[in-house]
């Protein structure tokens, strides 16, 4: 039986790190697991670390990846065809926020968007996961703007279109007139990018799963820079991220997983997003 191959972006610390970390002792036991971030060092540091759990740490295997990169992802493209054939599952974390609303759209939205594409077709053809890790930030809900909200919501948009929302929100941020044409904060506008991205995903490839969670207010960086004390640790965070990577799922894709609050911890189950 060939080994499963699981590629897990942005990983050396935080919601990432929880992943591999649980990954290493729930995923199959012949199972490679892809570490990757933008930083050598940090990746590295990372690896290290994690190699103290057991005897599953030689399933690691460490690579740079840069989601902004288009070589960076071909080099890793390249590497995992060559060396397995194809990838199982692929575990889209890697995001940023802060003040750079632009930045965050070029990183969160088209960062994964390129990545998707450039492992698509390497990906398992009959048992492949794609798992991106979004946020209940990104619900609907945040968009007060109807038309944009019904945009995103559609069931038949398609990627060129949701592209076009993306770049119209990224010029109404220049013009300096986002909040006044309805778009919520930078980070929600791109969470939700990622989502309907997913959601396009699946159907335009139904024999894979493809899904989108919230993984809950997690104690990183990120999460501490939203206020006030997260409750979650990222192992705790991880749950649902490796739930939907390794887990039996009935078949179900194209769907939004979240507990019931982002201070809960549990293993998910399909939302209205």
């Known amino acids: 039986m060939n080994p499963q191959v699981i590629l897990v972006t942005g990983a050396n610390k935080g919601i990432g790190y929880g992943i591999v970390r649980s990954l290493l002792t729930s995923a199959a036991s012949h199972s490679i697991i892809y570490l990757t971030s933008r930083d050598v060092s940090r990746g590295q540091k990372a690896i290290t670390e994690l190699s103290t759990i057991g005897g599953r740490s030689s399933n690691l295997v460490y690579h740079q990846l840069d989601i ?59 048992h492949g996961r794609i798992v991106t890790i979004g946020s209940a930030i990104g619900h609907l809900a945040a968009f007060e703007n109807e038309e944009i909200r019904n945009q995103l919501g559609n069931p038949e948009l398609t990627i060129e279109g949701l592209s076009a929302l993306m770049d119209k929100y990224k010029a109404d941020c220049k ?99």
């Open 175 to 273: 013009a300096g007139k986002a909040s006044e044409n309805g778009w919520p904060m930078a980070y929600a506008v791109t969470k939700a990018g990622q989502t309907a991205l997913s959601g396009i995903l699946a159907r335009k490839y139904p024999s894979l799963l493809i899904n989108v969670c919230c993984p809950g207010w997690v104690n990183t960086e990120m999460g501490a820079s939203m206020g006030g004390k997260p409750p979650k640790t990222i192992d705790e965070g991880a749950i649902i991220p490796v739930r939907l990577a390794v887990s039996d799922l009935g078949g179900i894709s194209g769907g939004f997983w979240e507990n019931p609050s982002v201070m809960d911890i549990g293993s998910g189950s399909i939302s209205v997003w």
């Open 68 to 126: 902004t990169d288009e070589q960076s992802i071909d080099t890793l493209v390249n590497k995992i065809r060559n060396a397995h054939g194809r990838l199982d599952v692929l575990i889209n974390n890697a995001s940023i926020a802060g003040t750079d609303n632009e930045l965050m759209v070029d990183v969160n939205y088209y960062g994964t968007l390129m990545v998707c594409k450039k492992f698509l077709p390497i990906i398992e053809k009959e």
